[in-house]
């Protein structure tokens, strides 16, 4: 009897050591899971990291540290102008690095620079939203570099082209006969066509800053190493104040006839134009609103499809998907080199074509 107890003892003692043992293995299996979970590949991430803005320039990665090209952070806090490197905040996205400068402690998150909370951290809202107040940038981010650098060489190209056409009056050589068919391009065949012989030359400057900035800023964002990456029709606010340009152009030199288009439709009953004269003057956004999404959805798209499918071969985890997925994006990436070139002239065109609308003279 005393045999039979002990045995049944030992057999519960085992059973429980196997029950453990069974429930530790599934917690171990539970973690390495969550483990694997986490560190797997996040595709979105991957394209939201390099198709935004940045404070720094992206290099390599050295033995798991990142390697980058700092870039100055300019603030207008309470207490006023604030500046720094970039650096000062190691590479840290999620608000836990804290750099203190004037009395005042700031964090970045996602790489937007925000005060520090009274904890030295960061508040979120119930969508994981940081609610921390914000100071003015004014930053010198990646996509301001590249308009900086884009403008740099816009001036040593066009500076001694001017200078050539004043010192020679025969046919262009060197660089200025490079240019000149890009710019007589612009001249014949987007400006005389679209605003008129007699009134195109006045505009000219702008089709052309504006033709010559946006495709050279594209082929720039189509290089991937420093001192290049930033794409500058990849940010909306870009495109938006380049389109509010052409807007205030458009209707500081819109004739008599061309207000009166909008505010006195011609053939239309009068009993209509309390209806025609908000459809009119809506159109009159909605232009520029068009020009905006227009050349920054068209870049935008490009760089995330090259991502998507370079993303295809860590989602796989395969390399028999590196030969389709390569060869697509080498595809995609010949094909952005055509699109830098047609936004720059599609955004050219559209420009012209408003402005002639405002300055066409009635017939």
């Known amino acids: 009897m005393i045999a039979q107890k002990s045995i049944k003892s030992l057999s519960l003692l085992a059973l429980m050591f196997v029950s453990l043992a069974g429930f530790a293995q599934h917690e171990n299996e539970t973690h390495e899971e969550k483990a694997q979970e986490e560190e797997a590949f996040d595709a979105t991430e991957l394209i939201n990291h390099h ?18 090209m700092p870039l100055p952070v300019i603030l207008w806090t309470d207490n006023g102008l604030v500046t720094f490197m970039s650096s000062a905040f190691h590479h840290d996205e999620e608000g836990k690095v804290v750099v203190e400068r004037n009395g005042q402690q700031f964090v970045r998150v996602h790489d937007e620079i925000y005060y520090a909370n009274a ?46 056409y004043k010192k020679n009056d025969k046919a262009p050589k060197g660089l200025a006969g490079f240019m000149e068919p890009l710019v007589v391009f612009v001249r014949d065949d987007i400006a005389r066509p679209n605003i008129g012989e007699k009134k195109y030359e006045k ?17 720039f964002g189509l290089i991937p190493f420093f001192p290049f990456q930033g794409t500058l029709t990849n940010d909306i606010l870009f495109t938006g104040v ?23 439709t011609p053939g239309v009953p009068k009993w209509l134009l309390p209806i025609m004269i908000p459809v009119e003057v809506l159109g009159m956004f909605t232009k520029p609103f068009a020009l905006m999404i227009r050349l920054f959805a ?25 030969p389709i997925s390569i060869g697509f994006s080498l595809f995609m990436y010949g094909l952005e080199l055509l699109v830098a070139a047609l936004q720059a002239y599609v955004f050219t065109l559209l420009s012209a074509l408003f402005i002639g609308q405002a300055v066409e003279d009635h017939h």
């Open 51 to 68: 198709t935004k803005d940045s404070h720094e320039f992206h290099i390599a990665d050295w033995n798991g540290h990142a390697i980058s």
């Open 119 to 164: 904890e030295g951290g960061v508040t979120y809202d119930a969508e994981h939203h940081p609610t921390n107040s914000r100071p003015l940038n004014f930053s010198i981010t990646k996509n301001v570099f590249t308009l900086f650098l884009t403008s740099a060489i816009m001036l040593l190209i066009f500076i001694p082209v001017a200078r050539s």
């Open 203 to 219: 505009f000219m400057p702008y089709l052309l800053t504006v033709f010559f900035l946006i495709w050279i800023g594209n082929l």
């Open 242 to 264: 380049l389109a509010t340009i052409t807007f205030l152009i458009t209707i500081f030199n819109g004739n008599k006839h061309y207000w009166g288009h909008i505010f006195a």
């Open 298 to 322: 068209n870049i935008t798209a490009g760089h995330i499809i090259i991502l998507s499918l370079v993303s295809l071969i860590f989602i796989f985890e395969s390399a028999a998907v590196s």
